[in-house]
């Protein structure tokens, strides 16, 4: 039981390139998300999923897509990257009926 | 516009002492709150966390108190230890729809000095 998992660990984009983070999670949860960490600030959500096939932007949408084709798996896209897109982003899970996220091990980003 | 605010970047305490970390929210619609730990290089674990009809939880060394009408949290953690060297992330969630999205404050090192 792996719980959340998230690859690539680490990744370097030239600006403009494309690249898409996969996060998987174990515990047959319904709902996923992404966040974003920046220094100094709290982790802010990017898109959401209550249910496969379906997604929803948060607070930080924009410069991303996001696709959940199955149950288990969240994928984030990154069309056209962008320096301000250097951070570490955490992939989450949870149950519809379950307060607590549960985080996968975070992929840190920089984009040059 | 902060909804979440840890407004202490750093807190240093003595091995065997209690730790103090403090939480304000803004949003009154806010109605379960997390505390979240995170060492470098990983993600977020849940730690504990409080509905808006307690005014307190407790779980082993950790406890957590609610004050409402300050719309102010803290968790306390007696007696600390120096594996709780970590930063703790306080977070807030509202019910508006079919998904409880996560308001996060900005996060207070915790040091525990042995």
């Known amino acids: 039981n792996a719980g959340v998992t998230q690859t690539p660990k680490f990744r370097v984009l030239k600006t403009g390139q494309s690249m898409t983070l996969l996060c998987a999670q174990d515990?047959?949860?319904?709902?996923m998300y992404w966040y974003r960490q920046d220094p100094g600030m709290g982790l802010r959500l990017i898109h959401y999923?209550?249910?496969?096939?379906?997604?929803a932007k948060g607070e930080v949408p924009d410069g991303y897509n996001v696709s959940r084709l199955k149950k288990q798996n969240f994928l984030l896209g990154l069309e056209s990257a962008a320096p301000s897109q250097t951070s570490v982003y955490f992939c989450?899970?949870?149950?519809?009926?379950?307060?607590?996220?549960?985080f996968g091990p975070g992929t840190r980003l920089l984009v040059l | 516009d902060q909804q979440v605010k840890q407004n202490s970047p750093s807190l240093s305490v003595q091995e065997g002492r209690i730790s103090i970390l403090n939480c304000d929210y803004t949003?009154?619609?806010?109605?379960?709150f997390l505390w979240y730990k995170k060492y470098p290089a990983e993600g977020p674990t849940f730690l504990i966390s409080?509905?808006?009809?307690?005014d307190k939880n407790e779980d082993g060394r950790f406890t957590v108190f609610l004050n409402k009408s300050a719309k102010h949290l803290s968790l306390h953690i007696v007696p600390s230890q120096p594996g709780d060297s970590a930063v703790y992330f306080c977070?807030?969630?509202?019910?508006?729809?079919?998904?409880?999205?996560?308001?996060f404050g900005s996060g207070t090192q915790l040091t525990v000095l042995p």
């Open positions: 989450a899970s949870s149950s519809p009926g379950g307060q607590t996220q549960y």
């Open positions: 515990m047959n949860h319904e709902y």
């Open positions: 999923s209550v249910g496969e096939g379906t997604t």
């Open positions: 949003n009154s619609m806010f109605d379960y």
């Open positions: 409080i509905s808006s009809i307690k």
């Open positions: 977070a807030a969630s509202a019910l508006p729809g079919s998904a409880r999205q996560l308001t």
